[in-house]
C-alpha cells in the first residue's frame, strides 16, 4: 500500500503491480486473523457473543478512525471505513460452517459485482469516498456497500476467503498446500479471463469477479507459501530470519497505515498520493517503511504492542472485561 501511494509514475503509466492488490491481500489477511483469534479450525463452542460483539466494536473504531482520515488532503483511497463495515457482515457468519462460509462467499463472488454494476448504470454513481457525498446517508451506504474504491458486499467474499482457510486448519501442510494450489487456479482464471475474453475487465478497484477472483486468489496463494516457508525446523529458521523485518511490520500494521495517511498528507503540497516526483517519492518509500520495520522491531524487542492496535484491543474488550474477571474469580474459587 505505501509503495501503490508513493511510487512515482506519470499520467499515461498504466496500472503499477502494487495497485489494488495489496489491500485486497490486507483483507484476505483479516479474514484470516480472524478466525484465527477465535480458534481456527476448532471454534470454541462457548462465548461467542463476546467475540461477535469485540468484533462489531473493532469495527465501529475502524469506521471512526475511517471517516477521520478520509478528512485529510492526502489523496489516499482510505481503506479503514470500508474495512470496519465488512467486518460488521462478518459478525453473523463468524463462526458459520466451512460448507456456509464457501456458498456465501461464492454468492457473492459472482451476485454483487451484477448488483453493482446494476446500481452504477441507474444511479451514475462512482466511487468518490464517503465524506465527498455530503449529507446523503443513503448515498454514503451505496458508496460504503456497492460502488466505492472497497466495496464491502463486493470484498466480503475476500474476508471470507481467509476466514475459511483459517477454519480448514492453517497447521495442515496438506491445507497449505491446497490454498496454494486452488489461490494459483483462481487467480490465473480471474486475470486469464481478462487478457482473453472481449469485456472482462480485472483492472484494480474495478470490482469485477475476474479482479476479485484474480487478486483474492494470488493473495492465498502468498499466505499459502509463506506458510509452507515454515514447514520443518530448518527452513521455519531461515524463512524466520529472512522474514523478521515484515514480521515486524506486520504487528504494527494498522498504526504505520494511519501514520503513513498522516505523513503523506502533510506532504500534499509534494503529491498528493500516486503524484510524488522521484526524487520524494522513493526516499519516502523507504523512510516509511524503514520507519515502520523499526517500530515493528522496537516494540517487539519491549513487548508491547502497536499504540493504535492495543487501543483497538482495548477498546474492543472494554464491554466485556468485567464478566471476564468474574470468570476468572469464579474458576479460582473453584480450583481451591
Not at 469485477?208 to 502468498?222: D, M, S, Y
Amino acid at each position: 500500500m505505501m509503495a501503490a501511494h508513493t511510487w512515482p509514475r506519470d499520467a499515461e503509466q498504466g496500472e503499477l503491480l502494487v495497485d489494488g492488490r495489496p489491500s485486497v491481500l490486507f483483507a484476505v489477511v483479516a479474514g484470516v486473523a480472524l478466525g484465527l483469534v477465535t480458534g481456527g479450525d476448532i471454534p470454541p463452542t462457548g462465548r461467542r457473543g463476546a467475540a461477535r460483539g469485540r468484533l462489531a466494536i473493532r469495527a465501529a473504531v475502524l469506521v471512526i478512525m475511517g471517516l477521520l482520515l478520509w478528512m485529510l488532503p492526502s489523496g489516499i483511497a482510505i481503506i479503514l471505513d470500508s474495512y470496519g463495515l465488512m467486518f460488521l457482515l462478518l459478525v453473523p457468519l463468524l463462526f458459520a460452517g466451512r460448507a456456509t462460509l464457501a456458498a456465501v462467499a461464492l454468492g457473492f463472488l459472482v451476485a454483487a459485482p451484477l448488483v453493482r454494476d446494476r446500481v452504477v448504470e441507474l444511479s451514475g454513481l462512482e466511487p468518490t469516498g464517503p465524506l465527498a457525498l455530503g449529507d446523503d446517508p443513503g448515498a454514503v451506504l451505496v458508496d460504503w456497500l456497492l460502488t466505492g474504491y472497497y466495496p464491502a458486499l463486493l470484498w466480503l467474499p475476500l474476508l471470507l476467503a481467509g476466514l475459511l482457510c483459517a477454519r480448514a486448519g492453517l497447521g495442515s501442510t496438506r491445507v497449505r498446500g491446497l490454498m496454494l494450489g486452488l489461490g494459483a487456479a483462481a487467480s490465473v482464471a480471474g486475470y486469464g479471463a481478462a487478457a482473453v475474453l472481449p469485456g472482462v475487465d480485472a483492472e484494480a478497484h474495478s470490482g469485477t469477479t475476474a479482479e476479485l477472483l484474480g487478486a483474492g486468489g494470488l493473495a492465498i496463494a502468498i499466505i499459502a507459501a509463506a506458510l509452507l516457508a515454515l514447514d520443518g525446523p530448518e527452513p521455519r529458521r531461515i524463512a524466520l530470519i529472512l522474514a523478521a523485518p515484515l514480521t515486524a511490520l506486520g504487528r504494527v500494521a494498522l498504526t504505520v497505515y494511519v501514520a503513513h495517511v498522516l505523513v503523506i498528507a502533510a506532504l500534499a503540497p509534494l503529491g498528493p498520493a500516486g503524484r510524488f516526483e522521484a526524487a520524494v517519492g522513493i526516499p519516502l518509500l523507504i523512510g516509511l517503511s524503514l520507519g515502520g520495520i523499526a517500530l515493528g522491531l522496537a516494540l517487539q524487542a519491549l513487548g508491547r504492542r502497536g499504540p493504535l492496535e492495543w487501543l483497538l484491543s482495548t477498546l474492543a474488550g472494554l464491554p466485556f472485561r468485567e464478566r471476564e474477571q468474574d470468570d476468572e474469580g469464579q474458576s479460582a474459587r473453584l480450583s481451591a
